[in-house]
């Protein structure tokens, strides 16, 4: 039902955007997130956006890189990640939540996507 994609390797100081396919049934209604996981570490939530795009959360150590943004027609949800750096190497994750809002507690997402994998080399 999440279909993510866009992942690959990029140097430190580049970009990626990162896509997210959701069907009907978990995306107009739905809030949106990402998170991301390395090796040997918790999943860690990313950025979270609302059902219709107005309210957009970051986790701090994103803030001003990435940009979260959802087309609701196109049923997708976006990550344009900019200034990567080698601590963003990690599988990335979408999901939809429970409710109309994006979040950072894992918890309130019931759908998840099967990630994508980032690299990013110094």
């Known amino acids: 039902q999440l279909q993510a994609s866009g992942g690959g390797s990029a140097q430190a100081g580049g970009s990626l955007k990162l896509s997210c396919a959701a069907s009907k049934r978990t995306s107009s209604n739905n809030g949106m997130g990402w998170f991301r996981q390395a090796p040997g570490k918790e999943r860690e939530f990313v950025a979270g956006?609302?059902?219709?795009?107005?309210?957009?959360i970051y986790a701090d150590f994103v803030t001003g890189r990435f940009t979260i943004s959802r087309d609701n027609v196109k049923s997708s949800v976006f990550l344009q990640m900019n200034s990567l750096n080698p601590e963003d190497t990690a599988v990335y994750f979408c999901?939809?939540?429970?409710?109309?809002?994006?979040?950072?507690?894992?918890?309130?997402?019931?759908?998840w996507g099967q990630g994508t994998q980032v690299t990013v080399s110094s």
């Open positions: 956006i609302n059902w219709n795009g107005a309210r957009k």
């Open positions: 999901a939809s939540s429970r409710t109309a809002y994006g979040s950072s507690d894992a918890s309130q997402y019931n759908y």
